[in-house]
């Protein structure tokens, strides 16, 4: 038992030698199986979450088949429905929303790495951490009322008048749109870019960026082509998480986003992502079939941010040595 | 100097600076949405607004008693269902373990945390609504409970991680079995920083919208009992700031200014009693 | 950890306290649907109450769509809708479901144009146009046409529609359905339509919402959201020629010819009605969708004794609150319906 005095290492730790001989009453037993159910439940709640949403989709998978993700229209008169126009508005916002977001919390990131002092450091990453705690809808309520005359008033035309020439900036700007969706969801999303970030340049040895200054770098020089490359992975990763985040919000992006499904390169241009349609038609859909086309949509936007979340989990694992304690013991 | 130097010592100071900006640019973010908040929801804010009940659609006046004592006994049946299930799930985890179910356990809690909360909505409906036939205060503490469930299990067993050995072996000197040691010593130790973050999981949950539309529902008026629907403040934010009415507009403000301010208490008041004492993980 | 507990004790008792509130013999429906009369129910669900303490009628706005939707799942006690049922809709029913209508409402073209004050004409052919997306701009030659001496800017039209299941909708497709064999073979009418174009916002409200922000924006909502919220509404040309704008004399002409040759189920539908002059064309009854068997007896008298209250005292509040009082030949036959409610 020579192992490291602080953590607590379960197979080291034996239970009372006394009470073997009464193995199934064996109140120890009782406390590993009830612990056990607890823990199991989890992966017992995945499983029935994804069975639920597999079923109840099943009419709209058996009719409209892998058509379903290439199809735009979505006609509920006529019964016929296609993911495109929301995948297309969840990817798009999303996309947007990082190119905003990742600059931004990276360059912060940096900041607090490497040049503020550790109490300014921890204490700004500290305000970050709030700002990722402010409610949705809170954002969607500053979005309505703040942003969206802002945008339709200022940005917009401005953006139009310098860079109309760009499929993005064409058309009329209702405020209302892709662009708008991507700004809120962008400043949701930065706070997860740069503590992941931070966290993952902080875990860097202090000898790589020693190194390179004793070669004569200058500070910016040695953060951005020693310390950041080798942090790239694990920055990766706080960008797959922050993707992952940004393709589930709803309430700030039903807000602001239009609620027109339908597909345009134009940023100032109404759309619908997966998660807003579900907020506003999910209670209100007749008849089985657009129920379950919605729930299909559903399974969908599960199987990305399941997917994203494993991959990013995964990348800032690798880059850092705490990591998210997947590796096992 | 030569131009190169120059250059690589100007850009130096330019792209630094930048980042300065963006660390500023971030922070005041926070700043600016607090203070907007205070400034426009803070002359709402009445004895009225935390005691009546809504008006009817288009006359003025009326509060939002009921949507807060919504909110209140929705986090009660979230935390009375998740916290349990989260804390015995961290224990087993840290105290039991072997290789692959606490990975697989570990890994899963962390996806379903980043699960969107609508997706958490659609299943507390298929799960609870459906079969009982109406919508509940019962199906959105469900619906956040599950919510509440990762964050607490991975928090507890990380604390439980950081008790000392020691602790464990002492209690075992002493005679304890190992479900005593647990609860006696190690719990204990640890409660602080799972307290914490049983507390955090609750604010996070308590500004969940998506989840309670189709489970909690809504209710112009007190909502008895668990059986029935009820109204939330972040559902009452979105429905008031989605209308068009002025009166509705402005107690939006004032609810998104409480809504926001309990978050925000909550998370300061935790984390700073966290790191007051032993250092804590960040979830 | 104390704190926690005392908090959790306190919120512990209000729960306790609350439930007991149950206790006394309380009946508790629930309802949800339509936003088109929501006004109007909200202030006899509030004043019913107060003459009869015992019920409590929680009702949620959240579009006819979702008033069906949730009456066929049965997670409500009854639903609300303006547009009636379709015979598809009422199979899926477990019991027979009974419309009954409770107050006419109009459908007007609301537009936020800045710099216009003067009320515009509306042509149905104009409407279409708009709707369709071929109608852009506010000066184009449909519009213009029918207000000579407005002077319409060229911006943009920009559109605003339901984002959900609505009645409201179906009144507006089923008005454009009729006057535009475009739109008829197009879109269609129902509570949910594919639209060619325009914004979409969730409930009377959220449209009224986004027409007052959005400037060179034209939507449809209900008479009471455009006069509550002081937004500007057009007249509307009808069948006979005539531009009307929507009140309550026009509201009750048009379903004058229908009140007298109203269907057993009561689903009919008033828009473009021919031969009056006074009537508006986009206006519609409202129904209550009720179950016709219940298997709580409280529910059940609760509901038939509110749908007397509302066909009598409740009447007197529709038109402070613009909405048409039901004919009385409809107020009759509705009373003898009653009966079927079991």
């Given at each position: 038992?020579?192992?490291?005095?602080?953590a607590a290492?379960?197979?080291d730790?034996?239970?009372?030698p006394?009470?073997?001989s009464?193995?199934?009453?064996?109140?120890?037993d009782i406390?590993?199986?009830?612990?056990?159910?607890?823990?199991?439940?989890?992966?017992?709640?995945t499983?029935?979450?994804?069975?639920?949403?597999?079923?109840?989709?099943?009419?709209?998978?058996?009719?409209?088949g892998?058509?379903?993700?290439?199809?735009?229209t979505?006609?509920?008169?006529?019964?016929?429905?296609?993911?495109?126009?929301?995948?297309y508005?969840?990817?798009?916002t999303?996309?947007?929303?990082?190119?905003?977001a990742?600059?931004?919390?990276?360059?912060?990131?940096?900041?607090?790495?490497?040049?503020a002092?550790?109490?300014?450091?921890?204490?700004?990453?500290?305000?970050?951490?709030?700002?990722?705690?402010?409610?949705?809808?809170?954002?969607g309520?500053?979005?309505?009322?703040l942003l969206?005359p802002i945008?339709?008033?200022t940005?917009?035309?401005?953006?139009?008048?310098?860079?109309?020439?760009?499929?993005?900036?064409?058309?009329?700007?209702y405020g209302?749109?892709?662009?708008t969706?991507?700004?809120?969801?962008?400043?949701?999303?930065?706070?997860?870019?740069?503590?992941?970030?931070?966290?993952?340049?902080?875990?860097?040895?202090?000898?790589q960026?020693?190194?390179?200054?004793?070669?004569g770098?200058?500070?910016?020089?040695?953060?951005?082509?020693?310390?950041?490359?080798?942090?790239?992975?694990?920055?990766?990763?706080?960008?797959?998480?922050?993707?992952?985040?940004?393709?589930g919000?709803?309430?700030?992006?039903?807000?602001?986003?239009?609620n027109?499904?339908?597909?345009?390169?134009?940023?100032?241009?109404?759309?619908?992502?997966?998660?807003?349609?579900?907020?506003?038609?999910f209670?209100?859909?007749?008849?089985?079939?657009?129920?379950?086309?919605?729930?299909?949509?559903g399974?969908?936007?599960?199987?990305?941010?399941?997917?994203?979340?494993?991959?990013a989990?995964?990348?800032?694992?690798?880059?850092?040595?705490?990591?998210?304690?997947?590796?096992?013991? | 100097?030569s131009?190169?130097?120059?250059?690589?010592?100007?850009?130096?100071?330019?792209?630094?600076?930048?980042t300065?900006?963006?660390?500023?640019?971030?922070?005041?973010?926070?700043?600016?949405?607090?203070?907007?908040?205070?400034?426009?929801?803070?002359?709402?804010?009445?004895?009225?607004?935390?005691?009546?009940?809504?008006?009817?659609?288009?006359?003025?006046g009326?509060?939002?008693?009921?949507?807060?004592?919504?909110?209140?006994?929705?986090?009660?049946?979230?935390?009375l269902?998740?916290?349990?299930?989260?804390?015995?799930?961290?224990?087993?985890?840290?105290?039991?373990?072997?290789?692959?179910?606490?990975?697989?356990?570990?890994?899963?809690?962390?996806?379903?945390?980043?699960v969107?909360?609508?997706?958490?909505?659609?299943?507390?409906?298929?799960?609870?609504?459906?079969?009982?036939?109406?919508?509940?205060?019962f199906?959105?503490?469900?619906?956040?409970g599950?919510?509440?469930?990762?964050?607490?299990?991975?928090?507890t067993?990380?604390f439980?991680?950081d008790?000392?050995?020691?602790?464990?072996?002492?209690?075992?000197?002493?005679?304890?079995?190992?479900?005593?040691?647990?609860?006696?010593v190690?719990l204990?130790?640890?409660?602080?920083?799972?307290?914490?973050?049983?507390?955090?999981?609750?604010?996070?949950?308590?500004?969940?919208t998506?989840?309670l539309?189709f489970t909690?529902?809504?209710?112009?008026?007190?909502?008895?009992?668990?059986?029935?629907?009820?109204?939330?403040?972040?559902?009452?934010?979105?429905?008031?700031?989605?209308?068009?009415y002025?009166?509705?507009?402005?107690?939006?403000?004032?609810?998104g200014?409480?809504l926001?301010g309990?978050?925000?208490?909550?998370?300061?008041?935790?984390?700073?009693?966290?790191?007051?004492?032993?250092?804590?993980?960040?979830? | 950890?104390?704190?926690?507990?005392?908090?959790?004790?306190?919120?512990?008792?209000?729960?306790?306290?609350?439930?007991?509130?149950?206790?006394?013999?309380q009946?508790?429906?629930?309802?949800a649907?339509?936003?088109?009369?929501?006004?109007?129910?909200?202030?006899?669900?509030?004043?019913?109450?107060?003459?009869?303490?015992?019920?409590q009628?929680?009702?949620?706005?959240?579009?006819?769509?979702?008033?069906?939707?949730?009456?066929?799942?049965?997670?409500?006690?009854?639903?609300?809708s303006?547009?009636?049922?379709?015979?598809?809709?009422?199979?899926?029913?477990?019991?027979?479901?009974?419309?009954?209508?409770?107050?006419?409402?109009?459908?007007?073209?609301?537009?936020?144009v800045?710099?216009?004050?003067?009320?515009?004409?509306?042509?149905p052919?104009?409407?279409?146009?708009?709707?369709?997306?071929?109608?852009?701009?506010?000066?184009?030659?449909?519009i213009?046409s029918?207000n000579?001496?407005?002077?319409?800017?060229?911006?943009?039209?920009v559109?605003?529609?339901?984002?959900?299941?609505?009645?409201?909708?179906?009144i507006?497709?089923?008005?454009?359905?009729?006057?535009?064999?475009?739109?008829?073979t197009?879109?269609?009418?129902?509570?949910?339509?594919?639209?060619?174009?325009?914004?979409?916002?969730?409930?009377?409200?959220?449209?009224?919402g986004?027409?007052?922000?959005?400037?060179?924006?034209?939507?449809?909502?209900?008479?009471?959201?455009?006069?509550?919220?002081?937004?500007?509404?057009?007249?509307?040309?009808?069948?006979?020629?005539?531009?009307v704008?929507?009140?309550?004399?026009?509201?009750?002409?048009?379903?004058?010819?229908?009140?007298k040759?109203?269907?057993?189920?009561?689903?009919?539908?008033?828009?473009?009605?021919?031969?009056?002059?006074?009537?508006?064309?986009?206006?519609?009854?409202?129904?209550l969708?009720?179950?016709s068997?219940?298997?709580?007896?409280?529910?059940?008298?609760a509901?038939?004794?509110?749908?007397?209250?509302?066909?009598?005292?409740?009447?007197?509040?529709?038109?402070g609150?613009?909405?048409?009082?039901?004919?009385?030949?409809?107020?009759?036959?509705?009373?003898?319906?009653?009966?079927?409610?079991?």
């Amino acid at each position: 038992m020579a192992t490291t005095p602080n953590a607590a290492t379960p197979a080291d730790v034996p239970s009372n030698p006394q009470v073997l001989s009464r193995r199934w009453f064996n109140a120890d037993d009782i406390a590993h199986l009830v612990t056990l159910i607890a823990a199991a439940s989890i992966l017992l709640i995945t499983v029935l979450l994804v069975y639920q949403l597999w079923v109840l989709s099943a009419e709209a998978r058996t009719k409209f088949g892998w058509h379903f993700f290439f199809t735009q229209t979505w006609d509920p008169v006529a019964g016929d429905f296609g993911a495109l126009p929301f995948i297309y508005g969840t990817l798009v916002t999303s996309a947007v929303a990082l190119l905003i977001a990742v600059p931004l919390g990276v360059g912060a990131a940096i900041f607090l790495a490497e040049l503020a002092p550790p109490k300014l450091s921890s204490s700004l990453s500290f305000v970050s951490d709030l700002l990722a705690a402010v409610p949705s809808v809170i954002y969607g309520l500053l979005g309505v009322f703040l942003l969206v005359p802002i945008m339709r008033t200022t940005v917009q035309p401005a953006l139009k008048k310098t860079l109309g020439f760009l499929p993005f900036f064409k058309g009329p700007s209702y405020g209302i749109g892709f662009l708008t969706a991507s700004i809120v969801l962008a400043i949701m999303i930065v706070p997860f870019v740069l503590s992941v970030s931070r966290e993952v340049l902080l875990a860097i040895p202090r000898d790589q960026r020693e190194a390179a200054l004793a070669l004569g770098a200058t500070k910016w020089e040695s953060t951005w082509k020693v310390v950041v490359p080798a942090a790239r992975i694990g920055i990766f990763g706080s960008v797959f998480l922050a993707l992952a985040r940004a393709l589930g919000e709803t309430m700030a992006v039903t807000m602001v986003i239009g609620n027109n499904p339908k597909i345009s390169e134009s940023l100032f241009s109404p759309g619908y992502s997966i998660a807003a349609v579900l907020a506003n038609e999910f209670s209100e859909a007749t008849g089985n079939l657009y129920l379950s086309a919605l729930i299909e949509l559903g399974l969908v936007l599960f199987l990305l941010t399941f997917i994203l979340n494993g991959l990013a989990r995964l990348l800032i694992l690798v880059t850092t040595a705490r990591g998210s304690g997947v590796l096992p013991s | 100097m030569s131009m190169r130097l120059v250059w690589r010592k100007s850009l130096n100071v330019v792209m630094l600076s930048l980042t300065g900006l963006c660390a500023l640019l971030t922070v005041s973010a926070l700043f600016f949405i607090l203070g907007y908040l205070v400034w426009n929801g803070g002359k709402d804010l009445s004895w009225s607004f935390f005691t009546h009940l809504p008006a009817p659609v288009g006359e003025e006046g009326g509060g939002m008693a009921n949507a807060i004592l919504g909110t209140m006994k929705l986090l009660l049946l979230a935390a009375l269902f998740g916290v349990p299930i989260g804390l015995l799930g961290g224990v087993y985890l840290a105290e039991f373990g072997g290789r692959t179910v606490p990975f697989l356990v570990r890994y899963t809690a962390d996806l379903m945390n980043g699960v969107p909360s609508i997706v958490m909505g659609i299943f507390a409906y298929a799960l609870v609504v459906m079969p009982m036939h109406h919508f509940s205060t019962f199906a959105g503490g469900i619906a956040l409970g599950i919510m509440v469930i990762p964050t607490v299990l991975r928090n507890t067993e990380s604390f439980l991680r950081d008790v000392p050995r020691s602790l464990r072996e002492g209690a075992f000197a002493l005679g304890a079995n190992k479900w005593r040691m647990i609860a006696s010593v190690v719990l204990p130790a640890a409660s602080r920083g799972i307290l914490t973050g049983v507390l955090l999981a609750l604010a996070r949950v308590a500004g969940e919208t998506a989840p309670l539309l189709f489970t909690a529902f809504g209710n112009r008026y007190w909502s008895p009992g668990w059986n029935q629907p009820t109204a939330s403040l972040p559902v009452v934010i979105y429905t008031y700031a989605t209308g068009p009415y002025e009166d509705w507009h402005r107690q939006a403000w004032a609810a998104g200014l409480v809504l926001l301010g309990l978050v925000l208490i909550t998370n300061i008041l935790v984390r700073a009693f966290l790191t007051s004492g032993t250092a804590y993980e960040r979830t | 950890m104390r704190f926690i507990k005392k908090l959790s004790l306190l919120v512990g008792l209000l729960a306790i306290a609350t439930t007991l509130a149950t206790a006394q013999g309380q009946v508790l429906l629930n309802a949800a649907g339509a936003t088109f009369p929501y006004p109007m129910y909200s202030k006899w669900f509030d004043l019913y109450r107060q003459v009869h303490p015992g019920v409590q009628i929680n009702y949620q706005s959240i579009g006819s769509g979702g008033g069906i939707r949730q009456l066929l799942d049965k997670t409500v006690d009854f639903g609300a809708s303006d547009g009636p049922m379709t015979d598809d809709q009422l199979k899926q029913a477990s019991v027979p479901i009974l419309h009954f209508p409770t107050v006419m409402g109009a459908d007007v073209p609301s537009y936020n144009v800045p710099g216009v004050s003067a009320e515009l004409n509306f042509t149905p052919e104009a409407l279409a146009g708009i709707f369709l997306g071929k109608v852009t701009k506010w000066n184009d030659p449909a519009i213009a046409s029918a207000n000579s001496g407005v002077k319409l800017p060229g911006d943009d039209i920009v559109v605003v529609h339901r984002s959900d299941g609505s009645g409201t909708t179906y009144i507006w497709t089923d008005y454009l359905s009729k006057v535009s064999p475009e739109w008829q073979t197009k879109v269609g009418k129902a509570t949910s339509v594919n639209w060619p174009v325009g914004l979409g916002g969730k409930g009377n409200e959220g449209v009224a919402g986004l027409i007052q922000q959005t400037p060179d924006s034209i939507g449809y909502i209900e008479l009471i959201y455009a006069v509550q919220n002081k937004i500007a509404y057009g007249r509307v040309k009808n069948a006979t020629g005539a531009f009307v704008k929507a009140d309550l004399a026009g509201v009750s002409a048009a379903a004058a010819a229908a009140a007298k040759s109203m269907p057993d189920d009561f689903r009919v539908s008033i828009t473009n009605p021919e031969g009056n002059k006074a009537a508006y064309p986009i206006s519609s009854f409202t129904w209550l969708l009720i179950p016709s068997k219940f298997t709580d007896a409280k529910k059940r008298d609760a509901v038939k004794d509110f749908l007397k209250w509302m066909m009598t005292d409740g009447q007197q509040y529709c038109e402070g609150l613009a909405y048409a009082k039901l004919p009385k030949e409809v107020v009759t036959k509705e009373m003898k319906a009653i009966a079927l409610i079991q």
